[in-house]
Structures are given as structure tokens and as C-alpha cells.
């Protein structure tokens, strides 16, 4: 097992996040299997999304910041309408997205 050498790197994160991981999700939609439902994996596919943009909206370097601005925004209303979530998650979204804006 190998040890990451930077642990808070986002780097980490993106590239779970990335497209590719997106497109092996979309691939394992269009299987047939009973197991897993396309709805459930197209919502993970956006979630992954939104989060994607939210990193790139806090590290988003020469991005103009109306812009990081509504990728925040944007990013904290799809989180907020998953209905799994906890609402100690929710809270920590709500806090960090009104840190990061203003």
C-alpha cells in the first residue's frame, strides 16, 4: 500500500472526481444489470460533477470570481437537494460556500 505524500492535496480528490471516473460510471449504467439502477448512477455523475466544480471554484486561479462565485452557489443547491445527505454535511457545505463567497 502506498502512502500519499501530500494528504491535503485536492489532487487526490480531483482525480476521483475526473471524467474519466465519469465515464466507467456511465459504462457501468449501460450494463444489464439488476443491481444497479441508471438513475441512481446518472445522480452520482452529476454529485461527482458538482464537486469538481466546487474544487475548481475554491482553487480556480485566473477564474473571475463572479464565476467561482456561482459555481459555489451552484455546486451547494445540487448538495443541498440530495435527500440522503446529513445534516451536519448540509451545514458544513451552507458555512464553507458562504466563507468562500464573501
Request: net charge neutral; charged share 15%; proline share 3%.
Amino acid at each position: 500500500m502506498t502512502q500519499p505524500k501530500d494528504c491535503t492535496s485536492d489532487l487526490i480528490v480531483k482525480n476521483l472526481v475526473s471524467y474519466k471516473s465519469s465515464q466507467k460510471l456511465v459504462l457501468l449504467r449501460d450494463k444489464d444489470d439488476k443491481n444497479i439502477l441508471p438513475n441512481d448512477i446518472s445522480a452520482l455523475v452529476a454529485t461527482l460533477f458538482f464537486m469538481n466544480l466546487r474544487l475548481d471554484a475554491g482553487n480556480g486561479a485566473g477564474v473571475p470570481t463572479s464565476h467561482c462565485a456561482f459555481f459555489l452557489w451552484i455546486s451547494m443547491i445540487w448538495m443541498m437537494s440530495l435527500s440522503n445527505a446529513h445534516t451536519t454535511i448540509q451545514h458544513n457545505i451552507v458555512s464553507e460556500t458562504m466563507l468562500m463567497i464573501f
